[in-house]
T-cell receptor, first 114, second 115 residues
């Protein structure tokens, strides 16, 4: 079945450590997104990519980095510069990143700080 | 800038009762509006969307929503709630000159269903 796979489901980060969240899709979608979800704050866009080897900052990009070397993969690195990383992270994709397209979401990664 | 307000953080309804979840948006022109549902620890699933045309939109799982320009609202409704509808519901908006990456989400309404 086609879909989006996020791994791991749960991740723990130590102080000063970088961690990378994986997102893979086999939907042949051009556009991919990373959202952060905090209780009571809805979803906020971190980064998005509309084509391989190109990505753009979203509303809360500070302390995060991404890469898009392959169409099907869009990993997110939470760097030590992100002082409050504990959150639920959702990856999504859409066919072309065009207006009104439906977003397909992965099942998320819960990141916690030790 | 566009924005979305979901005034109800938490709603509890009895199974079989009707449901209405409120969503108000702010955007200068006609927006594109969406409702998504999220089960605990999962991603979001699209329930329905409005772009233009008929202001009453039908979605999956028996949900519908009505776009009211005069009230800047896009409320989600269901005539008879099932226990499996317990989840968190998000309204989202994108301006009609934006792209999918410009989607703005509300803060969500958590629905609890009592048997």
């Amino acid at each position: 079945d086609g879909g989006i796979t996020q791994s791991p489901k749960y991740l723990f980060r130590k102080e000063g450590q970088n961690v990378t969240l994986s997102c893979e899709q086999n939907l042949n979608h051009d556009a991919m997104y990373w959202y952060r979800q905090d209780p009571g704050q809805g979803l906020r866009l971190i980064y998005y990519s509309q084509i391989v080897n190109d990505f753009q900052k979203g509303d809360i990009a500070e302390g995060y980095s991404v890469s898009r070397e392959k169409k099907e993969s869009f990993p997110l690195t939470v760097t030590s510069a992100q002082k409050n990383p504990t959150a639920f992270y959702l990856c999504a994709s859409s066919p072309r990143g065009q207006l009104g397209e439906k977003l397909f979401f992965g099942s998320g990664t819960q990141l916690s700080v030790l | 800038a566009q924005s979305v307000t979901q005034p109800d953080i938490h709603i509890t309804v009895s199974e079989g009762a009707s449901l209405e979840l409120r969503c108000n948006y702010s955007y200068g022109a006609t927006p594109y509006l969406f409702w998504y549902v999220q089960s605990p620890g999962q991603g979001l699933q699209l329930l329905l969307k409005y772009f233009s045309g008929d202001t009453l939109v039908q979605g999956i799982k028996g949900f519908e929503a009505e776009f009211k320009r005069s009230q800047s609202s896009f409320n989600l409704r269901k005539p008879s709630v099932h226990w499996s509808d317990a989840a968190e519901y998000f309204c989202a908006v994108v301006g009609n000159t934006g792209t999918a990456s410009k989607l703005t989400f509300g803060t969500g309404t958590r629905l609890q269903v009592t048997l």
